[in-house]
């Protein structure tokens, strides 16, 4: 994304390189977990067992996947106090955004799932 002007010899847009979305993709998703209360860690890890890997999940599928992650996160918020409730809930916004292009949503499940968790 450099480009070099000819008058001058000089590159341009540098900052670009560095702004590029994909860049911190991962870092905005779990940047800092150390320095929460409870690290939402082992939470996403469980969350992320209830997707299929690397394969989409058609329109039908996500009645199902919607039905372990709601049951997961009802067992989960049962026996949490308030950091580790943040730390689900934070898991789970977390693997559900890296997920998202896998995920066929036409029914609405998925996200009427993430509505009832916020």
Same mark, same amino acid.
């Given at each position: 994304?450099?480009? &070099?002007?000819?008058?001058?010899?000089?590159?341009? /847009?540098?900052?670009?390189?560095?702004?590029?979305?994909?860049? /911190?993709f991962e870092e905005a998703l779990q940047?800092?977990?150390?320095?929460?209360?409870?690290?939402?860690?082992?939470?996403?890890?469980? %969350? &992320?067992?209830?997707?299929?890997?690397?394969?989409?999940?058609?329109?039908?599928?996500?009645?199902?996947?919607?039905?372990?992650?709601?049951?997961?996160?009802?067992?989960?918020?049962?026996?949490?106090? %308030?950091?580790? %409730? /943040?730390?689900?809930? &934070?898991?789970?916004?977390?693997?559900i955004l890296e997920n998202m292009d896998?995920?066929?949503?036409?029914?609405?499940?998925?996200?009427?799932?993430s509505i009832s968790v916020f």
């Amino acid at each position: 994304m450099v480009t &070099r002007n000819i008058k001058y010899g000089n590159d341009f /847009f540098k900052t670009l390189e560095k702004s590029n979305p994909d860049i /911190f993709f991962e870092e905005a998703l779990q940047g800092n977990w150390d320095i929460l209360p409870v690290n939402p860690q082992k939470q996403a890890e469980a %969350l &992320r067992k209830k997707f299929k890997k690397k394969t989409h999940d058609s329109k039908g599928q996500t009645h199902a996947l919607e039905e372990k992650l709601a049951s997961y996160i009802e067992k989960q918020e049962i026996k949490a106090s %308030l950091p580790k %409730l /943040f730390a689900l809930y &934070r898991a789970f916004l977390t693997v559900i955004l890296e997920n998202m292009d896998i995920i066929d949503d036409s029914y609405g499940v998925i996200g009427d799932l993430s509505i009832s968790v916020f």
